[in-house]
C-alpha cells in the first residue's frame, strides 16, 4: 500500500480493523494489490463475492440501474425491489420479504418482527454464534469479547451449545420469541452440526410458540450447494435472514418469513434499504448462481478431497480446518505465496472463496495451502 494511504489511514480511520494489504482490482476468483501481486481469493469478501468480482453481469446491472435512478426512498414503489422479493420467497419457500443494508439488520429486523408478533421478549442462541455488531444483533451474539464491552443490551438473550438439543428445550420457554440459529456457524470455523439438530429445533419451536429463525447471512446464496443451507436439513424456518452473497458486493441483507409474519405499516423501516441499485445487483446475483449453483456441492468435494490430510469440515463451498496457534502464520504464508485464506475463531482456517472458482484455481490453492500447513 502507498505510504500515504498507510498515513491517512493512521491518521483519520479509526483503528478497528487489522489490515496490511491494500487490494485494488479484481476479476473472478482473483484479485490484485497496489504492489501488482496477484492472488487466488478464497476469501471472497468474507463470503461476500458470490459470483466473483466485478462479474459482467453484475457489472452491467448495476451501470444500467444507475444511469436510470439510484435512489428514491422507500415512499415510493422502487425499481427491482419487488422483482427481488418474489425470486427470494420463491427460493426460499417462504411468504413475505422486506431488505437491509446489511446482515446485522436483517437480524435486528428478525428481533424485532418476533417481539411483535409473539408478544414475547426473550431469545436464545447459541455459543459460538455470530449474528452481527449492531446492539440488536449483538445481543443474540455469543462471542464475551465483542458482546459484553457493550452491554447492557436490551434484548434478553439465553446462550445454550450448539447441537445440545436438551439444553435448547430447557432454555425455551413461553416468555421466548424466537431461536436464532446458524446452520453452519461460520465465524466459529465452520462448525456443522448433524441435521437432526435443525429437526429438533423445529420441533421445540412447534411446541413452544417460539420462532425458529434461521441466519443464513454467511451460508446463503448457494454458498452450501442449495440455496440455503436451511435446505439440507428438510425443515421450513418461520424466518430466514441473508446477506452477504446476495448482490455479489453490493451492500443488501434481507429477512423473509413465512405467511402471517409480516411487518404492518410502520413499524419497520429504512432509508437506503432494497434500492435500485441493490436490487439490481442481488437480480443478476441471483440469475448468475442459478447457472453455476449445480456445480458447488462438487467443487467443494474437490476442495475437501485435496485436504483431507488435515481433516477439513464443509459444505459446499465453505470450509474449515483447526489449525491452532498457527494460524495466523498459515494464512501469512499463503498470501505470500497468492492464496488468501482467513483465520475464523479458535485457530479455524477457513475458506468461503467466489461460486464461480474453477477447478485449476481450486488445485492451485490448496497446493499453496497444503504446503503452508505441512
Known amino acids: 500500500m502507498a505510504e500515504d494511504s ?26 490484485w494489490d497496489d504492489q501488482g501481486h496477484e492472488y487466488i481469493d478464497c476469501v471472497a469478501g468474507i463470503a461476500v463475492c458470490s459470483t466473483g468480482h466485478c462479474h459482467p453481469l453484475v457489472v452491467e446491472a448495476i451501470c444500467g440501474q444507475a444511469k436510470e435512478l439510484i435512489h428514491c426512498s422507500n415512499l415510493y414503489y422502487i425499481p427491482n425491489q419487488a422483482e427481488l422479493a418474489e425470486r427470494l420467497v420463491g427460493i426460499t419457500g417462504l411468504a ?31 455459543n ?24 447492557p443490551l436490551s434484548t434478553p438473550c439465553t446462550f445454550v451449545d450448539y447441537g445440545d438439543l436438551n439444553a435448547l428445550a430447557g432454555a425455551v420457554d413461553k416468555d421466548t420469541a424466537g431461536v436464532f440459529i ?49 435446505q439440507h436439513s428438510g425443515v421450513t424456518p418461520d424466518i430466514v435472514t441473508t446477506a452477504k452473497g446476495l448482490a455479489s458486493g453490493f451492500p443488501i441483507g434481507a429477512l423473509v418469513a413465512r405467511e402471517g409474519l409480516e411487518f404492518k405499516k410502520s413499524e419497520h423501516g429504512s432509508t437506503f434499504a432494497g434500492g435500485p441499485l441493490a436490487c439490481a445487483a442481488a437480480l443478476a446475483t441471483i440469475g448468475v448462481i442459478e447457472e453455476i449453483l449445480p456445480d458447488v456441492a462438487r467443487k467443494g468435494e474437490r476442495f475437501k478431497k485435496a485436504l483431507a490430510a488435515h481433516n477439513p469440515r464443509g459444505r459446499g463451498l465453505m470450509i474449515g480446518m483447526s489449525v491452532g496457534d498457527r494460524c495466523p502464520e498459515v494464512q501469512q504464508t499463503c498470501a505470500e505465496n497468492g492464496v488468501l485464506v482467513n483465520c475464523a475463531a479458535d485457530g479455524n482456517l477457513r475458506l468461503i472463496p467466489p461460486l464461480v472458482i474453477t477447478d485449476e484455481e481450486i488445485d492451485t490453492a490448496v497446493g499453496v495451502i497444503n504446503a503452508a500447513l505441512g
Not at 443494508?101 to 447459541?126: C, H, M, P, Q, Y
Open 96 to 126: 413475505k420479504a422486506f431488505f437491509s443494508n446489511s446482515g446485522a439488520e436483517a437480524n435486528d429486523g428478525a428481533i424485532k418482527l418476533a417481539r411483535v408478533r409473539t408478544g414475547r421478549k426473550n431469545f436464545v442462541a447459541f
Open 6 to 31: 498507510r498515513v491517512l489511514d493512521a491518521r483519520y480511520y479509526m483503528p478497528a480493523f487489522s489490515r496490511t494489504m491494500k487490494i485494488v482490482r479484481g476479476a473472478g476468483s482473483r484479485v
Open 182 to 230: 446458524e446452520p453452519i456457524q461460520g465465524e466459529a470455523g465452520v462448525l456443522i452440526p448433524p441435521d437432526e439438530f435443525l429437526q429438533g429445533i423445529r420441533e421445540i419451536c412447534d411446541d413452544t410458540g417460539a420462532l425458529m429463525i434461521v441466519d443464513e447471512v454467511q451460508t446463503g446464496m448457494g454458498r452450501t450447494g442449495k440455496w440455503f443451507a436451511f
Open 128 to 151: 459460538h454464534g455470530f449474528h452481527g455488531r449492531t446492539c440488536g444483533s449483538l445481543a443474540v451474539t455469543h462471542k464475551p469479547a465483542i458482546r459484553e464491552p457493550f452491554e
